[in-house]
């Protein structure tokens, strides 16, 4: 079985730029993540969809990042002005569906840079 | 504030040793999760505890979930080089996993 796509897998850029993460998860799977983990800390949650629609969105700082989930398959996260930071790995999850006992695949992550 | 605390922050023992790490919350949470982070790559759920005072075993790892539902702990007997890695807790909260900082952990050989 295939595991949760992400690319690209670095990034660096410079701040005010902007940047894109693309995620493929895995077939079947109705929830999506995107998570932020800065260096040290554990995962914290962006967004999180069921199937093309966003179920908790309430940490994404919306002045600047935006992620849609078109056909409710793949997904894109986006970043327009990067800061210093942003800089964190952004990890893609996904879950056949939500829940309690639910288990989360997780993607290889993007490393991203701000300089 | 973390919703999930976990200790130690940073941990290294020979290899042979056994350890325990710790995941607190002053919340109840329905059910919590264990996973194993290296570097470079995601995280790899090692397990899901779901009642008060349950105790899951998985080959040499030992996973307790407190009577109150509020802490976890994960026992690793005779560490071995392939344990190392960053061990998170996950805790369900409304809709979705809340996840501690994590414990490094080192096994040296």
């Known amino acids: 079985e295939a595991g949760v796509a992400q690319s690209p897998r670095y990034k660096i850029i410079e701040k005010r730029q902007s940047v894109a993460f693309w995620c493929n998860p895995i077939?079947?799977?109705?929830?999506l993540y995107w998570y932020q983990q800065i260096l040290g800390q554990g995962p914290k949650l962006l967004i999180q969809?069921?199937?093309?629609?966003?179920?908790?969105d309430s940490q994404l700082p919306k002045d600047r990042f935006s992620a849609e989930r078109l056909k409710g398959v793949d997904s894109t996260l986006k970043i327009q002005p990067a800061k210093l930071e942003d800089s964190a790995v952004y990890l893609c999850?996904?879950?056949?569906?939500?829940?309690?006992?639910?288990?989360?695949?997780f993607g290889s992550g993007t490393q991203l840079s701000v300089l | 504030t973390q919703l999930l605390e976990q200790s130690p922050q940073f941990l290294s023992i020979q290899e042979g040793e056994n350890l325990t790490v710790y995941c607190n919350s002053s919340?109840?949470?329905?059910?919590l999760q264990w996973y194993r982070q290296e570097p470079g790559e995601g995280p790899v759920l090692l397990v899901t505890?779901?009642?008060?005072?349950e105790v899951k075993k998985l080959k040499r790892l030992t996973f307790q979930f407190g009577d109150a539902r509020k802490d976890s702990s994960l026992h690793i007997t005779a560490a071995q080089p392939g344990d190392t890695g960053l061990y998170l807790c996950?805790?369900?909260?409304?809709?979705?996993?809340?996840f501690g900082p994590g414990t490094r952990l080192s096994v040296l050989p």
């Open positions: 999850a996904s879950s056949i569906e939500w829940g309690q006992n639910e288990k989360l695949f």
């Open positions: 077939s079947g799977h109705a929830t």
């Open positions: 969809f069921q199937n093309n629609g966003v179920v908790d």
């Open positions: 919340s109840v949470f329905s059910s």
């Open positions: 505890v779901v009642t008060g005072g």
């Open positions: 996950a805790g369900a909260h409304g809709q979705n996993f809340v």
